[in-house]
C-alpha cells in the first residue's frame, strides 16, 4: 500500500510511539520484581540500573521492529493506522535503523553490566518476538499467540538472572505466570478487535475459531496461572500478602471468564476482561515486590 505523505513535522514523540511505552511501562515492572525477588533484601543498585537500561532498549528494539514489519498492515486497522509508520509521518528505513541501534545497545549492556545469561535471553526475547512472531506466524497461525508468550515472559526472568546468573526454580515460576498471562490477556482484546484483525490478515485465534472457542481456551490458562504463582509463596520467595492477592485476583479473573459464557455482550466482556487481566498484572507485581521475604 501506499502511505500517506507526510503532512506532519516528525517529532521525538513519533519514536518514543513506536516503542511502545505501554508495554515497556508494564514489562519494566516485571524485570524490577524479578531482580527484586532474586535479590532477596540484598539489592545491588548499579547491577539493577544496568539490568533496566539493557532490558527496556531491548524490549524497545522489538517493539519498533514489530511496528516496521506490520507497517502495512497496520495501517489497515483503526487502533493502528494512525501509527508513525503507516501515517507517513516516518521513513521505513529510518525506523529500521532505529530499532537495530536500539537492540545492539541493548544487548551489550546486558552481557557487559549484566551477564551473558541475561545477554542470551535478551536475544532469544527479540528473537521469538520479532522473527518467529512478527514476521512469521502472526500472519500464518493461531499459534502465534502462544509463541509471542515466550518473548513476552523474558523480562521478570532477564531481572532475575541477572542476580542469580541461573535459571533456577524462581525463574521458571516468574517465566510461567508471564506466559500463562499473556494469551488470556490478548485473546480478550482480539474479541473486541476482531474485525480490524481479521480486516488485517491477522490469523489470531478469534478471528479463526470463533468467540466461543476463545473463551473456552483461556479457561486453562488462567485455571493454571493460580497454583503457578502460588508457587513463589510455597518455595519461600515472597509473604502471605503475596499469597492471598494471588490467590484472590486469579480466582476473580477466572470467575470473569466463567461469566463469559452467559454474558449477552460479548464485547462488554472482552472490554471488562482485558482491563481486569491488566490490573491482575500490576497489583500482582507491586504486591510480589513489597512482600518478598
Request: proline letters at 4%; a positive charge; glycine letters at 8%.
Amino acid at each position: 500500500m501506499e502511505y500517506q505523505s507526510i503532512s506532519q513535522p516528525v517529532s521525538i514523540r513519533d519514536y518514543i510511539q513506536l516503542t511502545k511505552p505501554g508495554i515497556l511501562r508494564s514489562n519494566l515492572i516485571a524485570a524490577f520484581a524479578g531482580f527484586w525477588v532474586a535479590s532477596q533484601g540484598n539489592v545491588q543498585w548499579s547491577l539493577l540500573i544496568y539490568m533496566l537500561i539493557g532490558t527496556t532498549l531491548v524490549m524497545a528494539s522489538s517493539c519498533v521492529f514489530n511496528n516496521y514489519l506490520d507497517r502495512d498492515y497496520d495501517g489497515l486497522m483503526e487502533r493502528t493506522s494512525h501509527r508513525p509508520l503507516p501515517s507517513g509521518r516516518l521513513e521505513a528505513i529510518k525506523v529500521f535503523l532505529y530499532a537495530s541501534i536500539l537492540g545492539a545497545i541493548g544487548l551489550l549492556v546486558l552481557f557487559l553490566l549484566t551477564n551473558t545469561l541475561a545477554g542470551i535471553l535478551g536475544i532469544v526475547g527479540m528473537i521469538v518476538y520479532v522473527i518467529i512472531y512478527t514476521a512469521w506466524l502472526k500472519r500464518a497461525s493461531t499459534l502465534s499467540t502462544v509463541m509471542g508468550s515466550f518473548s513476552g515472559a523474558m523480562p521478570p526472568v532477564i531481572g532475575y538472572t541477572a542476580v542469580t546468573g541461573s535459571m533456577d526454580a524462581g525463574a521458571w515460576i516468574l517465566f510461567g505466570i508471564l506466559f500463562l498471562w499473556q494469551p488470556p490477556h490478548f485473546w480478550a482484546l482480539g474479541i473486541r478487535r476482531m474485525e480490524e484483525y481479521r480486516a488485517a490478515g491477522f490469523q489470531i485465534l478469534p478471528v479463526v475459531k470463533g468467540v466461543h472457542r476463545t473463551k473456552i481456551q483461556m479457561i486453562p490458562y488462567v485455571v493454571l496461572l493460580i497454583p503457578v504463582s502460588l508457587l513463589l509463596y510455597f518455595m519461600d520467595y515472597v509473604g502471605v500478602y503475596y499469597f492471598v492477592v494471588a490467590l484472590v485476583l486469579g480466582v476473580l479473573w477466572l470467575l470473569l471468564c466463567l461469566s463469559g459464557f452467559v454474558t449477552k455482550d460479548d464485547d462488554r466482556w472482552a472490554k471488562r476482561t482485558f482491563i481486569f487481566s491488566i490490573n491482575y498484572l500490576l497489583i500482582t507485581f507491586v504486591v510480589m515486590i513489597l512482600n518478598t521475604n
